[in-house]
Nanobody
């Protein structure tokens, strides 16, 4: 499975970004996909997950601001991030797996929230 993330960038506090992740390869094995993030000097955090049936879960830090969605026809997962805060600054990784969302990892995309 190959995961290609895109959509990161620089945004002001309160702004929005939409991350996308395209899956290719042995995609029939992917039942759950997610987004992790890691800020400098901090441990990696699971931000959101979505199952093949569409069930979602969010970290407390993401609830109410982030929305994960899945386009099955295009094998793509999106993370819509609104009301961004400086503490959301991190490298965001797209992940996927059969029973856990961290079997396969994409290359990461930088999100910087700063004025």
């Amino acid at each position: 499975v190959q995961l290609q993330a895109s959509g990161g960038g620089l945004v002001q506090p309160g702004g929005s970004l939409r991350l996308s992740c395209a899956a290719s390869g042995v995609i029939f094995s992917i039942n759950i996909m997610g987004w992790y993030r890691q800020a400098p000097g901090q441990r990696r955090e699971l931000v959101a997950t979505i199952t093949i049936s569409g069930s979602t879960n969010y970290a407390d830090s993401a609830k109410g601001r982030f929305t994960i969605s899945r386009d099955g026809a295009k094998n793509t997962v999106h993370l819509q991030m609104n009301s961004l805060k400086p503490e959301d600054t991190a490298i965001y990784y797209c992940t996927g797996g059969t029973f856990h969302p961290d079997d396969a990892w994409g290359q990461g995309t930088q999100v910087t929230v700063s004025s």
